[in-house]
C-alpha cells in the first residue's frame, strides 16, 4: 500500500473555509457582505458584495427639481451631510455661474469643519471600539451630539441636514449659534486631547493598528484614494488647496500625511485633521465678514415668507421655485468637495430643463472600498475589522 | 498652477495620435474631448505615461444615454486628474446602442473596476477586457439597464397619479 499521507495532509491544508462577513454584521458598521476565504485565522481572498441599501438617487435626481437634490445628498454620506449638501449648492452656483457673498463662504466653512470634526469623531471612534477600546467612544459622542446641536439650531436638522440653499444659507448665524460654536471650541479640545491620550499612544492600540491594512501611495492613487486614507500613504492631496472652493484659500491650515498608509496612520491623519479644522473654524468665526448671508439668486433662493405673503414679486418667485419652473443654464460642470471620507464630486449635464439630464455623484468610498481585499490579503480577521473601520466606509455613499 | 494648457493638451494628442479627438470644447473651465470608442484605452495609456501630462488619477468614470443621437446614444464620460499639474480632463466616448462595446481601463486604472461595473449595471454597456463584468449595484435577476432614459422612475401603470406637471 502506498503511503501518501503527506499528500493528504497538503490537500487538506488546501481546505479554507469560507466565512461570510456580513452584510448585517456588527463589526462592519454598514450593510455590505464580504465573502472572506480564510486559511485558519488568515485571509486568504476576500469578495464584496455591495448595493443593499442602494436608492438609485442618480435615477431620482433627473426627475427631480434641483433644490429637492440636496435631500439626496445628505443620504449619501450621513456622518458629514453638511458637506455634501454644500457641495451640491456649489456646484448649482457654479452653473448658475452665482458668487455668493464671502459672508456665505466663511458660514460655509465653518459648517463643513464641524461636519468634518463629526465624520472624523465617527470613525476615530469607531476604530477604538474595533479594538476593544469603548471609552473613547462614550467621551467624544457627546461631543458630536454638541455638533449636532449646532446644527440644529442654525436649519432645524441634525443628521439628514438639508442645510444651506442654492445661493447662501437660509437664514443668518443667531447669536445662540455663536453661542454653541465658541462653546464647542472652548470645550472640545480638552475632550479630545483626552481621547487622544487614550489611544494615540497606547501601546495595545498601536500593536493592533500600526502595519494593519496597509497600503502603497503607487497603488492608493491606482484605486483612486482620495481623502484621509490617500494622505496616510503620503500623498497630500487635499481638494481644499488643489481646487479651492468657498474661500478656503483664505485660511490658514496644514494638510497632514502619514507615512506607511497603515490602519494607525489613517487614524493619526484623522486626528490632526480634526485639530486643523477646530483652526480653520476659529479663523473663521474671528474674522466672520459682516454683510448678507445668501446671494441675489431669486429663481433658486427662496424669498423670506413675510414677503411671500405681502408681496406679489416674492410670491411668484415663491411659486416658481416651488413648483421647479426656474430656467438653468445648458452645460456640463464637475465640482468637487473635500468630503470627510475623500473627494465626494458632482458630475452634472444640464440640458437646460427643469431636472439634472444626468446627475452623478463621485462616491469616494465606492471608489476606493474595492482596495479592501487587496489590502487585507494575509492579515488575520481581527486586523481586517480594523482596516475596515479605518477606511471610513459609509454604507449610504457606497450605494447612493 | 498648471505648467500645461488645455490647448497644448490636444496639441499633443493631436501630434501623437492623430485623429483621436472628434472634436474638443472647454465647459467651466474643464477641457472636454471626445474620441473615438475605439482609442480608449490607447488615449488612457498615453496620457499616462506622457512625461509633461501624467493623467494618473482616475476620478471618475460613468454612463450617460443620449436616445436621440444616431449610433452614439451611449456614453461613457471619463474624468482624469493630472495631480501634478493639477488640471482634470473630461474624456467622452460614444458607442450605439444596439452594441454597446467599449474597452476596459481597468487594467490601467484599478479604481474604474468598480465603475465599469456600475456602468454596465445602469446602461448596459459592456467593457471588453474587464476581469469581473458583472451588475454591483443592482440585483443580477435584473433584465433591463436602469438608468437608460426609456426606464421610468416609477410603475408607469399606476393609474392614481398623474406627474406630467412634474420632471420630465
Known amino acids: 500500500m502506498e503511503n501518501n499521507l503527506n499528500n493528504t495532509f497538503e490537500e487538506q491544508s488546501k481546505n479554507y473555509t469560507t466565512l461570510n462577513l456580513g452584510p448585517t454584521h456588527p463589526a462592519t458598521h454598514g450593510i455590505f457582505q464580504n465573502i472572506l476565504t480564510m486559511d485558519g485565522e488568515i485571509i486568504v481572498d476576500s469578495e464584496q458584495t455591495v448595493g443593499y441599501i442602494h436608492r438609485a438617487f442618480e435615477k431620482i435626481a433627473e426627475h427631480r427639481p434641483f433644490y429637492q437634490v440636496t435631500p439626496l445628498t445628505d443620504r449619501l454620506n450621513y456622518c458629514s451631510s453638511p458637506i455634501n449638501n454644500m457641495g451640491w449648492h456649489m456646484t448649482m452656483e457654479k452653473l448658475l455661474g452665482v458668487t455668493v457673498p464671502k459672508r456665505v463662504d466663511y458660514m460655509r466653512v465653518i459648517v463643513m469643519e464641524l461636519a468634518r470634526i463629526a465624520d472624523h469623531l465617527v470613525c476615530n471612534s469607531v476604530i477604538g471600539v474595533d479594538t476593544g477600546a469603548l471609552t473613547g467612544f462614550t467621551y467624544v459622542f457627546q461631543w458630536r451630539e454638541k455638533i449636532y446641536d449646532i446644527y440644529e439650531e442654525i436649519c432645524g436638522a441634525r443628521l439628514t441636514t438639508n442645510i444651506g440653499r442654492i445661493g447662501g444659507m437660509e437664514r443668518d448665524f443667531s447669536k445662540e449659534v455663536i453661542a454653541k460654536i465658541e462653546d464647542f471650541l472652548a470645550g472640545f479640545p480638552?475632550?479630545?486631547?483626552?481621547?487622544?491620550?487614550?489611544?494615540?499612544?497606547?501601546?495595545?492600540?498601536?500593536?493592533?493598528?500600526?502595519?494593519?491594512?496597509?497600503?502603497?501611495?503607487?497603488?492608493a492613487l491606482n484605486y483612486g484614494f482620495t481623502g484621509p486614507n490617500l494622505r496616510a500613504t503620503g500623498v497630500d492631496y487635499d481638494v481644499r488647496v488643489m481646487n479651492p472652493y468657498a474661500s478656503y484659500s483664505d485660511f490658514d491650515f496644514n494638510i497632514p500625511v502619514g507615512v506607511n498608509g497603515d490602519t494607525?496612520?489613517?487614524?493619526?491623519?484623522?486626528?490632526?485633521?480634526?485639530?486643523?479644522?477646530?483652526?480653520?473654524?476659529?479663523?473663521?468665526?474671528?474674522?466672520?465678514?459682516?454683510?448678507?448671508?445668501?446671494?441675489?439668486?431669486?429663481?433658486?433662493?427662496?424669498?423670506?415668507?413675510?414677503?411671500?405673503?405681502?408681496?406679489?414679486?416674492?410670491?411668484?418667485?415663491?411659486?416658481?421655485?416651488?413648483?421647479?419652473?426656474?430656467d438653468v443654464p445648458v452645460g456640463e460642470i464637475y465640482h468637487s468637495v473635500e468630503g470627510g471620507n475623500g473627494e465626494l464630486g458632482y458630475y452634472l449635464v444640464s440640458d437646460g430643463g427643469r431636472a439634472a439630464y444626468r446627475l452623478h455623484f463621485r462616491r469616494p468610498c465606492f471608489i476606493y472600498y474595492q482596495a479592501f481585499p487587496e489590502m487585507v490579503k494575509g492579515s488575520t480577521l481581527s486586523d481586517a475589522i480594523v482596516a475596515m473601520s479605518s477606511m471610513n466606509v459609509i454604507a449610504g455613499e457606497l450605494d447612493a | 498652477m498648471a505648467n500645461i494648457t488645455n490647448e497644448e493638451i490636444i496639441q499633443h494628442i493631436q501630434t501623437d495620435l492623430p485623429g483621436c479627438i472628434l472634436s474638443a470644447e472647454e465647459s467651466f473651465g474643464m477641457c472636454t474631448i471626445e474620441i473615438p470608442a475605439n482609442q480608449v484605452k490607447n488615449l488612457f495609456q498615453f496620457l499616462y505615461a506622457h512625461p509633461q501630462m501624467e493623467f494618473q488619477f482616475l476620478t471618475d468614470l460613468c454612463g450617460i444615454h443620449y436616445p436621440n443621437q444616431?449610433?452614439?446614444?451611449?456614453?461613457?464620460?471619463?474624468?482624469?486628474?493630472?495631480?501634478?499639474?493639477?488640471?482634470?480632463?473630461?474624456?467622452?466616448?460614444?458607442?450605439?446602442?444596439?452594441?454597446?462595446?467599449?474597452?476596459?481601463?481597468?487594467?490601467?486604472?484599478?479604481?474604474?473596476?468598480?465603475?465599469?461595473r456600475e456602468t454596465f449595471d445602469f446602461y448596459g454597456i459592456v467593457f471588453t477586457g474587464h476581469p469581473n463584468l458583472k451588475r454591483i449595484l443592482n440585483v443580477d435577476e435584473m433584465t433591463y439597464y436602469p438608468l437608460r432614459k426609456e426606464y421610468p422612475l416609477e410603475d408607469q401603470h399606476r393609474t392614481d397619479k398623474n406627474d406630467s406637471y412634474f420632471g420630465r
Open chain 1, 190 to 219: 480638552k475632550v479630545f486631547n483626552e481621547f487622544c491620550s487614550l489611544l494615540e499612544r497606547n501601546r495595545i492600540f498601536m500593536d493592533r493598528t500600526i502595519g494593519t491594512g496597509p497600503i502603497t501611495a503607487e497603488k
Open chain 2, 70 to 116: 444616431v449610433d452614439k446614444e451611449l456614453g461613457v464620460v471619463y474624468h482624469i486628474h493630472s495631480l501634478v499639474n493639477n488640471l482634470r480632463l473630461r474624456i467622452k466616448a460614444f458607442v450605439p446602442k444596439a452594441n454597446p462595446q467599449i474597452e476596459s481601463v481597468s487594467s490601467i486604472f484599478k479604481s474604474a473596476n468598480w465603475q465599469e
Open chain 1, 264 to 326: 494607525y496612520d489613517r487614524f493619526m491623519v484623522r486626528q490632526e485633521e480634526i485639530r486643523e479644522s477646530l483652526k480653520i473654524i476659529r479663523q473663521a468665526l474671528n474674522n466672520l465678514p459682516a454683510g448678507k448671508y445668501f446671494a441675489e439668486v431669486p429663481s433658486f433662493y427662496l424669498p423670506p415668507k413675510e414677503e411671500v405673503y405681502n408681496n406679489m414679486e416674492a410670491l411668484i418667485w415663491h411659486f416658481k421655485i416651488v413648483m421647479g419652473e426656474a
